[in-house]
Nanobody
Framework: QVQLVESGGGLVQPGGSLRLSCAASGSISRLNVMGWYRQAPGKERDLVATIRSDGTINYADSVKGRFTISRDNAKNTVYLQMNSLKPEDTAVYYC???????????WGQGTQVTVSS
């Protein structure tokens, strides 16, 4: 089992920045992918960004150039730096962890990000 604890959400004005963190604990496979997904009210949960243990990164087109994902393997922690935030970025952001040899992901509890003036 893997436990994920997220932090860093909140209310921010359009154009502002937030940084999300997610710390993983438990049975951490060395080869894995961590990432962030988000779900707005009435919508499906969508990919935001992922980063593999080898550093390979993938972003959704909607956040390219504005969001940066990074990780600290020694701390089993993934970060999401969000800049130039827009109202349409408002959603619950979920951390995700998946061993590369498994199809079963683990999810955090979610953290609310609200972009509003």
């Amino acid at each position: 089992q893997v436990q994920l604890v997220e932090s860093g959400g909140g209310l921010v004005q359009p154009g502002g920045s937030l940084r999300l963190s997610c710390a993983a604990s438990g049975s951490i496979s060395r080869l894995n992918v961590m990432g962030w997904y988000r779900q707005a009210p009435g919508k499906e949960r969508d990919l935001v960004a992922t980063i593999r243990s080898d550093g390979t990164i993938n972003y959704a087109d909607s956040v390219k150039g504005r969001f940066t994902i990074s990780r600290d393997n020694a701390k089993n922690t993934v970060y999401l730096q969000m800049n130039s935030l827009k109202p349409e970025d408002t959603a619950v952001y979920y951390c995700n962890f998946r061993p590369l040899m498994s199809a079963v992901p683990f999810w955090g509890q979610g953290t609310q990000v609200t972009v509003s003036s």
